[in-house]
């Protein structure tokens, strides 16, 4: 816990009312250690871009590594008809379909996503929610996966817009700054209309990628030049 109140007053440049404000409606993960409230320093960081919230600091997310949402995507696939009528029960049906790694079980899986949502929930508005794991489970690299997968009913995710969630983005990775440059490319597709209808009509594998791969190939242009 290495991140203090006047920490989050600094990097977010708010007052300390307003965290105190966040603390009291459980809106900020935290915890109380020794009567003093601490921050997780990798779940403000997921906090910050779930939320989309602007930092004051422009080195807070430095030396995260570039990853591929496309190739991601195309190697483990969308899913279809995720059938439930709680997120318990979605998030299991769901893990049930996607391809997971071979060295953990799904109901491993399935219960750290759980364990996630417990803390605070994975939805980003929009209808749209990024279930995972509150720390890494895999250790190799490569064993890292998104799964898309479509609710065949919309459902509640406690978001902050009130919107009921249509479709899942289940995120494995096997490192906190793998899992936020992960994160961090799937909220930005998120704020494009476009892609969000193509989510919201269900669309398949070969389209949802082939728009992906298009506006990675203009971050990574922007970014080289």
């Not at 779940?43 to 600091?57: A, R, T």
Request: charged share 25%.
């Amino acid at each position: 816990m290495d991140l203090k109140i006047r920490d989050i007053v600094e990097l977010l440049n708010v007052n300390e009312k307003t965290v105190y404000r966040w603390i009291k409606d459980k809106k900020i993960p935290c915890y109380k250690i020794n009567h003093q409230y601490r921050f997780n320093r990798a779940e403000i960081n997921e906090w910050i871009l779930l939320n989309k919230i602007e930092v004051s600091s422009s080195h807070f997310f430095e030396n995260i590594s570039k990853i591929s949402i496309a190739q991601l995507i195309a190697s483990n696939g969308i899913v279809e008809t995720i059938s439930g009528t709680n997120i318990t029960q979605v998030l299991k049906n769901a893990v049930d379909k996607i391809k997971t790694p071979e060295d953990l079980s799904k109901d491993e899986i399935t219960s750290a996503l759980l364990s996630r949502e417990e803390l605070m929930p994975t939805s980003i508005g929009k209808g749209i929610a990024i279930p995972h794991p509150r720390n890494p489970i895999i250790t190799n690299p490569k064993f890292a996966s998104v799964s898309v997968c479509y609710l065949e009913t919309p459902l509640d995710f406690s978001a902050l817009d009130n919107q009921d969630v249509h479709t899942l983005f289940i995120l494995l990775s096997a490192s906190p700054k793998m899992h936020l440059e992960i994160l961090s490319r799937i909220s930005f597709l998120c704020q494009k209309e476009e892609f969000l209808n193509m989510l919201r009509n269900h669309a398949p594998k070969e389209e949802a990628i082939k728009f992906i791969d298009t506006e990675e190939t203009k971050w990574n242009k922007k970014e080289n030049n």
